[in-house]
């Protein structure tokens, strides 16, 4: 079964407007990955959350990384149209030797 | 310094057929893996290796094949194509085999099965 759950599936802003996607695990993750696909292409890392409670900030990306080590979520300030596409998070048990599960991803579209 | 390399990037098979999606690293590394996406339903595992040798499967192993005899090469076979293999094909790869490290994925190889 889904190893990691995504939510939403599709999120449609205006541009200008924020945009939040939510990744929600039933076991602890050593650590979570996120990825961004553009349409038609390939999944292009983001970052990486390794520790408890870990917040990292990528211009007008946020990343956070839960207390409990079993969520996540990407936080996008005033989106704009180059943010189209598919986000996905990877989450890692560290008992399956580096075995991702990835959530089945959040597409952004971006009206201008 | 090409990352990771998919072959073919776009084919059509026959019901029944048998073909190799080759996948090329010149990044060193020990993990390799092969997704493919379907509408809907992100990224699931097919089969991956930790190391030239050592496979496994991943969550959707049937039907396909895979063997690592070097540490760049980890091809895909499949073994009597279906129409249910219609699917975007991702070959990665990463460095560090316990703790999946980041993954560089190669373009894709779109394929369909009729």
């Known amino acids: 079964g889904q190893q990691v759950m995504q939510i939403p599936q599709y999120q449609h802003v205006q541009e200008g407007e924020d945009f939040t996607t939510y990744c929600n695990s039933s076991?602890?993750?050593?650590?979570i990955q996120w990825y961004k696909q553009r349409p038609g292409g390939h999944p292009v890392f983001l970052i990486q959350l390794v520790k408890s409670g870990e917040v990292k900030k990528q211009k007008r990306l946020t990343f956070q990384f839960g207390e409990a080590k079993k969520n996540s979520s990407l936080h996008i300030t005033a989106t704009q149209t180059t943010d189209v596409g598919t986000y996905f998070c990877?989450?890692?048990?560290?008992?399956?030797?580096?075995?991702?599960?990835f959530g089945r991803g959040t597409q952004l579209t971006v009206w201008p | 310094n090409a990352g990771v390399t998919q072959t073919p990037k776009f084919q059509v098979l026959k019901t029944g057929q048998s073909m190799t999606l080759q996948c090329a690293q010149d990044m060193n590394h020990e993990y390799m893996s092969w997704y493919r996406q379907d509408p809907g339903m992100g990224l699931r595992l097919i089969h991956y290796s930790v190391g030239a040798g050592i496979t496994d499967q991943g969550e959707v192993p049937n039907g396909y094949n895979v063997s690592r005899s070097t540490t760049e090469d980890f091809p895909l076979r499949l073994l009597s194509a279906a129409p249910s293999q219609t699917s975007v094909y991702f070959c990665?790869?990463?460095?560090?085999?316990?703790?999946?490290?980041?993954?560089?994925f190669g373009e894709g190889s779109w394929l369909t099965v009729v």
């Open positions: 076991t602890t993750l050593s650590n």
């Open positions: 990665a790869s990463s460095y560090d085999k316990y703790s999946g490290n980041t993954i560089y």
């Open positions: 990877a989450g890692n048990r560290g008992s399956t030797l580096g075995r991702l599960y």
